[in-house]
């Protein structure tokens, strides 16, 4: 049990009244329980709390405020899950073609096989790669 917090406790006297106004309430002797054990109440049982204790005709209306209040301030938890879209770069059929001729006549070049495991990895090559990938194209096959 968490330690009691100094001062007014807008929270417990809610839970009371309540509990006063509705002895049966699974609802509220489940709350009273868990904020007696924990010291607190997640932002969706504040939220059932206020909407249970609206219901009550002598609930101080400084109370419910309170209540809206701190249900203002505790912030959304989303867990739906992110679906992030990316989009797929579109894959140059030139570099594939020019890759597999340098390496049909020169099947253990270093640079070229390099190049070609970034392809296959990145499925695009940066700029400088192209270039470079260009420049031995017209060395080694456009001769």
């Known amino acids: ?4 917090k100094q001062g007014i ?3 417990n006297k809610v839970l ?19 904020y007696e054990e924990r010291g607190f109440l997640t932002k969706k ?3 059932g709390l206020h909407h249970k204790a609206s219901s009550i005709a002598d609930m101080p209306a400084g ?20 679906i992030r879209t990316t989009n797929l770069p579109v894959r140059d059929n030139s570099v594939q073609l020019q890759l597999e ?6 099947p253990q070049h270093k640079a070229v096989l390099v190049l070609q495991s970034k392809y ?24």
């Open 1 to 4: 049990m968490l330690p009691k």
């Open 9 to 11: 406790d807008i929270i």
């Open 16 to 34: 009371e009244l309540c509990y006063q106004g509705d002895k049966d309430s699974l609802f509220i002797m489940s709350l009273m329980h868990q």
């Open 45 to 47: 049982q504040l939220e």
């Open 63 to 82: 109370w419910l405020a309170t209540i809206e209040a701190m249900v203002a301030k505790l912030p959304n938890r989303d867990k739906s899950p992110v």
């Open 101 to 106: 001729a340098i390496l049909e006549k020169f």
């Open 120 to 143: 296959n990895k990145e499925k695009q090559l940066s700029t400088s790669d192209k270039a470079a990938l260009d420049k031995l194209y017209k060395l080694l096959v456009q001769k």
